[in-house]
C-alpha cells in the first residue's frame, strides 16, 4: 500500500493498515518518503483526523524509528512539554530546579513552531551551548548534572523530526493526533517514569479553546499512559505572555532571574505546580504542597541556578562564560540594536496584553521562522515594564521592543495597540485552569 491509499483511508475516516503506516513512517524517517508525500499525508491528517488506533501506531512508529534512552536503577526518570506558548520559558527554569530535586531529566525540546517560541532556539542564543546530544551525551549529562536538554536528532524519533519541521511551514500544527504522537514520542523515547503536559489555551495558543485544549490533553494523556509512562495534563491559560521577558535570549535572562530568587512571580509559579506535580508523582510521601516547598526551596536557594550553570558547562559553555552568565547574563548574552518603548497614554491600570500579536511581530523581524532555513535572531522581543494589573502614570513606559531591523509604520501602528490600559485594576486569575489524569499518580 502506498501514500496515496494511506490519504484514501485518512480521507474516509478508515483505519490505516498498522503496517503499512508504519512503514510509512519509517520511510519518512530515512527520507525514502518525499517531503511532497509526507506534507499531502499531513495535511489529510490536519483535516480529516485519525483514530486513537491510527494514533497509537503512529506514535509507536515514531518511537521505533530511532533510538531509545535505557537507565539503570535509581532516581525517577521525569520530564515535561508545553503544547507552545508565548514566553513559556519553564523548561530552561524546571529542568536543573527538578535535578537539584533529586531527579532525573533527559529533555528532548523543540524549536520554535508557529508564532511560539522554542526551547531549542533561546539555549542556542548561549555562545557554546551544544543541544545537539547524541543518546549516550544525554545519558552521561544527566549522570554528571542530573539533567539536559537536547534537540530532537537523526537518532532519536527521526520520524518526528521530519514531520514536526513539515508542520511548522504547512499550516498543519494544531492537528490533535499529529500532536500527539509528535510529544509523546519523543517523551517515551526518554525512557520516562513520568510525564508532566502543559496544554494551553487561550487567544495566543493554539489550541484557543477549553474544550480543544481537554482533547487534547486526554489523547495525550491516554496515549503515554498506554505506553506505561504515569502522565498529568495541566490546562494553562495562554491569554496572556508568560512573565515580564519574551524572545529567545530575553527568556535566558527571564529564566536566570527566576533561579535568582528574583525575576517574574508569574513565570515562577508555573514551574512549581509542574515540578511539584512530577515530585508528587514520583515520590512517596510527597504531596502536591511538599513539592512546591521543594521546588520554592531550589529556585531561592541557588541549587537551581548551580545546576543550570553545570548543564551549560556540560553541553559545551565554557566555564568562565557559564559562571558570567547566572550572575550577569546581559554580558554574556547582548542585546539588540535598537530598542523602542510604547508608553502609557493616560493614567490607569494595564488591562493586559496581546500576546498573538508580540508573538507574530517577534516573528517577523526574526524571532521565529517562516521557512525551514530562516535564521534566529536571538535579540530580538519584549521586556514588560509594566504588568497585567499594575499602576500606571501617563507617559510612564509599559513595555519595550528590542529589534534589530527597521520598523514600518505599520509596526509601529501594531506596538501602540499591543497593550491595553484603563481606568480600573483587572484581576490576574491563575494559569492553572484545569487537570486532566488518567490511572495512579504514583510510578
Known amino acids: 500500500m502506498g501514500v496515496d491509499d494511506l490519504i484514501e483511508a485518512v480521507e474516509s475516516k478508515q483505519t490505516q493498515p498498522s503496517a503499512d503506516l508504519a512503514s ?3 520511510d519518512v524517517a530515512t527520507g525514502k518518503a518525499s517531503s511532497d508525500d509526507a506534507t499531502r499525508w499531513l495535511k489529510a491528517v490536519h483535516k480529516h483526523g485519525l483514530p486513537t488506533t491510527d494514533t ?4 509507536q512508529a515514531m518511537i521505533d524509528s530511532g533510538a531509545q534512552l535505557a537507565w539503570p536503577e535509581g532516581p525517577p526518570v521525569v520530564d515535561k512539554h508545553s503544547t507552545g506558548g508565548v514566553g513559556d520559558k519553564m523548561s530552561l527554569i524546571l529542568a536543573p530546579a527538578l535535578a537539584a530535586c533529586g531527579c532525573r531529566v533527559p529533555m528532548l525540546a523543540g524549536r520554535g513552531l508557529g508564532h511560539t517560541g522554542g526551547t531549542i532556539d533561546k539555549l542556542e542564543s548561549i555562545p557554546g551551548f551544544n543541544c545537539a546530544l547524541t543518546p549516550d551525551e544525554m545519558i552521561e549529562a544527566v549522570e554528571n548534572v542530573g539533567c539536559c536538554i537536547a534537540v530532537q536528532n537523526s537518532a532519536i524519533a527521526p520520524a518526528d523530526g521530519v514531520l514536526y519541521a513539515l508542520r511548522d511551514v504547512t499550516e498543519t500544527i494544531d492537528s490533535v493526533p499529529l500532536i500527539t504522537a509528535s510529544i509523546v514520542s ?6 520516562l517514569d513520568a510525564l508532566v503536559l502543559d496544554v494551553k489555551t487561550g487567544t495566543a495558543a493554539f489550541m484557543q479553546s477549553i474544550d480543544e485544549a481537554r482533547r487534547l490533553a486526554r489523547s495525550m494523556v491516554n496515549t503515554a499512559e498506554g505506553l506505561g509512562i504515569h502522565t498529568v495534563a495541566q490546562i494553562t491559560d495562554m491569554g496572556e505572555p508568560i512573565g515580564t521577558h519574551i524572545g529567545n535570549a530575553l527568556e535566558v535572562i527571564g529564566s536566570i532571574r527566576v533561579m535568582q530568587g528574583k525575576g517574574s512571580d508569574d513565570t515562577r509559579e508555573l514551574v512549581v505546580v509542574q515540578g511539584a506535580a512530577l515530585l508528587s508523582m514520583t515520590h512517596d510521601g510527597i504531596d502536591m504542597d511538599e513539592g512546591r516547598r521543594r521546588i520554592e526551596a531550589v529556585l531561592k536557594n541557588g541549587k537551581a541556578l548551580d545546576r543550570f550553570r553545570a548543564m551549560c558547562v556540560q553541553q559545551g559553555v565554557d566555564e568562565h562564560m557559564a559562571a558570567t552568565l547566572v550572575s550577569t547574563p546581559e ?16 493614567a490607569g491600570y494595564v488591562s493586559g496584553y496581546d500576546a498573538m500579536k508580540m508573538a507574530q511581530l517577534a516573528r517577523r523581524h526574526g524571532a521565529g521562522r517562516f521557512a525551514l532555513d530562516d535564521a534566529i535572531d536571538g535579540h530580538v522581543g ?7 494589573g499594575a499602576q500606571v502614570e501617563k507617559n510612564s513606559p509599559l513595555f519595550t521592543f528590542l529589534h534589530t531591523r527597521e520598523l514600518s509604520q505599520d509596526d509601529l501602528l501594531e506596538l501602540k495597540s499591543i497593550c491595553k490600559t484603563g481606568p480600573t485594576q483587572s484581576e490576574n486569575p491563575h494559569r492553572l485552569l484545569e487537570l486532566i489524569e488518567s490511572g495512579s499518580t504514583k510510578a
Not at 519523543?186 to 525512557?191: D, I, L, S
Open 24 to 26: 510509512f513512517v519509517g
Open 331 to 346: 554580558h554574556v548574552l547582548g542585546t539588540a540594536a535598537s530598542q523602542t518603548t510604547v508608553l502609557a497614554d493616560q
Open 56 to 59: 497509537v501506531i503512529l506514535t
Open 382 to 388: 519584549f521586556i514588560l515594564e509594566a504588568t497585567k
Open 186 to 191: 519523543k517523551k517515551a523515547a526518554e525512557g
